[in-house]
């Protein structure tokens, strides 16, 4: 049956697994953030060390409206269900438009005694990599043919996101040097090589990870300055430049607590 929840991993809906599942809740979760923190001298009061973002678990509650003595029927469905659920990758809920989040680890429920049929199952979907709902489709800004420049770029959702850069040469001739700074962080790559009409991208992974390619080469450890740009939401102004003109693309996918 088609629900007023619903939530789809890998694009394939839950309640079209089987026409009897009955999906009773949806939880998005809270990322959970470790803090660290050493007492103050004076005898009260305490000073934070350092704060890092852990996990984001997200639960689905389900039931199976089949007859209890059908219990063969009832424990295909719930092996449907589980078999899904451990496929892992981006998870949606239809209430959340726009949002995704890439789902690390599955734990599944106990299936106890198939007789109750009142009983309801939850899965915990966890993010471990990126412990935040992430925007599907990302906001953007685009220069034209220049070898430098300072664009705008909405960054959407709650919490501080990284960016994802495009440059491609439209000289000609080959760049070596590309600096781009956003939010009070910069970054530098030398010795580049990055040929007349090739593409230098900033990209991050499912895994959350930086990936730096010149010409589809990793040029990552050419890079000085700070190891990732992450800015606030909101307006925030990107600067770049090279020795030589080419086409800046920056984009960012809000990320949502």
């Known amino acids: 049956m088609i629900l007023s929840k619903r939530v789809a991993l890998g694009g394939q809906q839950l309640d079209e697994l089987h026409e009897r599942i009955v999906i009773r809740s949806v939880d998005p979760g809270v990322p959970h953030e470790n803090i660290e923190s050493v007492n103050r001298m004076g005898g009260s009061g305490q000073r934070i060390t350092g704060a890092h973002w852990e996990t984001l678990d997200v639960t689905v509650g389900f039931a199976i409206d089949i007859p209890k003595y059908n219990m063969a029927e009832r424990r295909a469905v719930f092996e449907s269900v589980t078999a899904w659920a451990l496929r892992k990758g981006w998870l949606t809920v239809n209430w959340l438009p726009n949002r995704r989040l890439y789902v690390d680890k599955v734990i599944i ?9 009142t009983s309801e199952y939850t899965i915990t979907f966890r993010a471990y ?3 935040f ?3 599907e489709q990302p906001t953007q800004a ?6 430098s420049g300072t664009l705008q770029l909405a960054v959407g959702g709650n919490m501080p996101s990284p960016l994802e850069i495009t440059f491609r040469n439209r000289s000609g001739m ?7 700074s956003a939010g009070g962080k910069t970054q530098q790559l030398t010795n580049l090589g990055l ?7 900033f990209r991050h992974g499912t895994d959350g990870l930086l990936r730096i390619t010149a010409g589809g080469a990793n040029v990552y450890g050419k890079m000085s300055g700070h190891d990732d740009i992450v800015v606030n939401p909101g307006n925030v ?5 090279a020795d030589r003109a080419g086409t800046f693309t920056v984009q960012s996918y809000g990320r949502w607590a």
């Open 174 to 180: 080959t760049i070596d040097n590309f600096t781009v």
């Open 109 to 117: 429920p106990n299936s106890g005694d198939l007789w109750d049929w």
């Open 195 to 201: 040929g007349g009409t090739a593409t230098l991208q």
């Open 129 to 131: 990599n990126v412990p």
């Open 142 to 147: 685009v220069s034209g043919t220049v070898s």
């Open 133 to 135: 709902w992430q925007d």
């Open 237 to 241: 102004s990107v600067s770049f430049s």
